[in-house]
């Protein structure tokens, strides 16, 4: 028997196989897994012990024509108080709707986040607590299919929901620039969506030093730094810039972390001119910072965010961003999904990864 490649994945098993290990029919497959009556209870077990044992995911997208129900979407996000995931959300259910099909939202470690109970997502391990893996599972009793963002915790969603089609959603593939051996490629990596940060902060960093700025710090959301903060400072040495460690600091990935951030960066890096922030939540909040302290935006300091939210346009001055397109986003992710339950795609491997670009939307901070 011919092992597979270690970068391909496992073929999948048919309803054909099922049918010839069970000894029975294509039709008492179908029958038997859908529960319907017209057949013996004997052979029902039987059918579902062979489909279990060859790891058979049934064609979800054939399960609804016969039984006429709609495919069920999950949506599982780290924190519905950034408004990041509402904006993706509503892009999901959108895009979900014009298929006919419906979107239960699942947030998971937000509420713990915010209460000061449980880390940051990007301070976390692989490992859920014993709770939300629980409500994992019962997500997964419920939906056809799952798209997950989660922060770090994309391996743990990656096995909560291993028997039915799962696509990871953001930057978990972010390129390496300390370490060239992260980039070996990863044996039949789980379904996703990336989105080109790396190139949105080449964007970011470019229009700063085509504005005269020199002196250019980044507020991570980490202390270990993010695939963000690694481009960061793998693009100041191309554009030639001087980088220190009083060029970097972190903080919560929330509004009040930025406020703070903003006055840890000027008292650490007094020269600065222009900053880089994780995400626009933060930013936002950086903005606040630098005003409390007297500091101009951009006369002083420019400041670039990122994720290209609505909420940079509500605020004063309005924030220049990195903008991911949440519709196309979504569009590729259900794609993705439709894939998957069909048949005609794999449920892991190269050929079920796809990326999203970015573009800088400048206003009035930089």
Same mark, same amino acid.
């Given at each position: 028997?011919?092992?597979?490649?270690?970068?391909?994945a496992p073929a999948r098993a048919t309803i054909i196989d099922v049918a010839r290990v069970a000894g029975v029919s294509r039709q008492t497959v179908?029958?038997?897994?859908?529960?319907?009556?017209?057949?013996?209870?004997?052979?029902? =077990?039987?059918?579902?012990?062979?489909?279990?044992?060859?790891?058979?995911?049934?064609?979800?997208?054939?399960?609804?024509?016969?039984?006429?129900?709609?495919?069920?979407?999950?949506?599982?996000?780290?924190?519905?108080?950034?408004?990041?995931?509402?904006?993706?959300?509503?892009?999901?259910?959108?895009?979900?709707?014009?298929?006919?099909?419906?979107?239960?939202?699942?947030?998971?470690?937000?509420?713990?986040?915010?209460?000061?109970?449980?880390?940051?997502?990007?301070?976390?391990?692989?490992?859920?607590?014993?709770?939300?893996r629980a409500q994992l599972a019962e997500l997964a009793r419920q939906v056809d299919a799952v798209v997950g963002?989660?922060?770090?915790?994309?391996?743990?969603? =990656?096995?909560? /929901?291993?028997?039915?089609?799962?696509?990871?959603?953001?930057?978990?593939?972010?390129?390496?620039?300390?370490?060239?051996?992260?980039?070996?490629?990863?044996?039949?990596?789980?379904?996703?969506?990336?989105?080109? /940060?790396?190139?949105?902060?080449?964007?970011?960093?470019?229009?700063?030093?085509?504005?005269?700025?020199?002196?250019?710090?980044?507020?991570?959301?980490?202390?270990?730094?993010?695939?963000?903060?690694?481009?960061?400072?793998?693009?100041?040495?191309?554009?030639?810039?001087?980088?220190?460690?009083?060029?970097?600091?972190?903080?919560?990935?929330?509004?009040?972390?930025?406020?703070?951030?903003?006055?840890?960066?000027?008292?650490?890096?007094?020269?600065?001119?222009?900053?880089?922030? /994780?995400?626009?939540?933060?930013?936002?909040?950086?903005?606040?910072? /630098?005003?409390?302290?007297?500091?101009?935006?951009?006369?002083?300091?420019?400041?670039?965010?990122?994720?290209?939210?609505?909420?940079?346009?509500?605020?004063?001055?309005?924030?220049?961003?990195?903008?991911?397109?949440?519709?196309?986003?979504?569009?590729?992710?259900?794609?993705?999904?439709?894939?998957?339950?069909?048949?005609?795609?794999?449920?892991?491997?190269?050929?079920?990864?796809?990326?999203?670009?970015?573009?800088?939307?400048?206003?009035?901070?930089?």
């Amino acid at each position: 028997m011919t092992r597979p490649r270690d970068d391909q994945a496992p073929a999948r098993a048919t309803i054909i196989d099922v049918a010839r290990v069970a000894g029975v029919s294509r039709q008492t497959v179908t029958r038997s897994l859908n529960g319907m009556r017209d057949v013996s209870e004997a052979t029902r =077990q039987r059918v579902i012990e062979v489909a279990a044992s060859l790891n058979y995911r049934p064609n979800r997208a054939a399960q609804h024509l016969v039984s006429g129900r709609t495919t069920t979407l999950g949506l599982v996000v780290d924190d519905l108080r950034n408004p990041y995931y509402p904006e993706l959300a509503a892009a999901l259910v959108q895009q979900a709707a014009e298929r006919g099909w419906t979107v239960l939202v699942a947030e998971v470690g937000g509420a713990g986040v915010a209460s000061g109970e449980r880390p940051a997502a990007a301070d976390r391990g692989p490992e859920l607590p014993d709770a939300e893996r629980a409500q994992l599972a019962e997500l997964a009793r419920q939906v056809d299919a799952v798209v997950g963002r989660n922060g770090a915790d994309h391996g743990a969603l =990656q096995g909560a /929901f291993a028997t039915i089609p799962f696509v990871s959603l953001g930057d978990q593939r972010t390129r390496d620039h300390d370490d060239p051996a992260a980039e070996e490629p990863v044996a039949a990596p789980v379904a996703g969506v990336d989105i080109d /940060f790396d190139d949105g902060i080449r964007q970011a960093i470019a229009h700063f030093t085509a504005t005269g700025r020199r002196s250019i710090a980044m507020i991570d959301a980490s202390a270990e730094p993010s695939g963000r903060r690694l481009a960061y400072r793998a693009l100041l040495a191309e554009h030639g810039l001087p980088w220190s460690e009083a060029s970097e600091t972190w903080a919560d990935d929330t509004h009040q972390g930025g406020v703070a951030a903003a006055l840890r960066c000027r008292d650490a890096f007094p020269e600065v001119d222009a900053v880089l922030v /994780f995400n626009d939540v933060m930013a936002v909040g950086v903005l606040k910072g /630098f005003a409390r302290a007297g500091v101009r935006v951009p006369e002083d300091v420019a400041v670039i965010g990122i994720d290209g939210l609505d909420l940079g346009r509500f605020v004063t001055p309005e924030l220049t961003s990195v903008a991911v397109d949440k519709r196309d986003l979504a569009r590729l992710s259900l794609e993705l999904l439709d894939g998957m339950m069909s048949g005609a795609l794999p449920l892991s491997g190269p050929t079920v990864r796809r990326t999203v670009g970015v573009s800088l939307v400048v206003r009035e901070s930089a």
